[in-house]
């Protein structure tokens, strides 16, 4: 039986809350990965429509930034972030929240 996909993974968003026009970079830390091998990193925000890929930075490290879209919803939504291996396997995700001011 193969390994699962499984990783320690730490993410932060900068800022924590923004406004529409605003810049947020989200910075996801990956280590102790087994079962595969990375190949890219995720964020998604389902509900809203909207996935992004992180590009790495080397060291374990991948980084995004976006800016805040007009019509994006006021309050706290819930940005997904996980992993995919090579093989295409999904890893498990964390939440990191942004409230839209």
């Known amino acids: 039986m193969a390994e699962e996909f499984n990783y320690k993974l730490e993410a932060e968003l900068t800022p924590t809350t923004a406004k529409v026009g605003t810049t947020v970079t989200l910075i996801a830390r990956i280590a102790d990965v087994v079962g595969g091998e990375i190949n890219t990193?995720?964020?998604?925000?389902?509900?809203?429509?909207?996935?992004?890929?992180?590009?790495?930075?080397?060291?374990?490290?991948?980084?995004?930034?976006?800016?805040?879209?007009?019509?994006?919803?006021?309050?706290?939504?819930?940005?997904?972030?996980?992993?995919?291996?090579k093989d295409g396997k999904r890893g498990p995700q964390t939440t990191v929240p942004l409230t839209i001011s």
């Not at 879209?69 to 992993?83: M, Q």
């Open 41 to 85: 990193v995720q964020a998604s925000l389902p509900e809203y429509g909207w996935w992004g890929s992180l590009r790495s930075v080397g060291e374990g490290t991948w980084r995004a930034s976006e800016s805040v879209p007009y019509g994006a919803p006021f309050g706290k939504v819930n940005l997904r972030v996980y992993a995919v291996s």
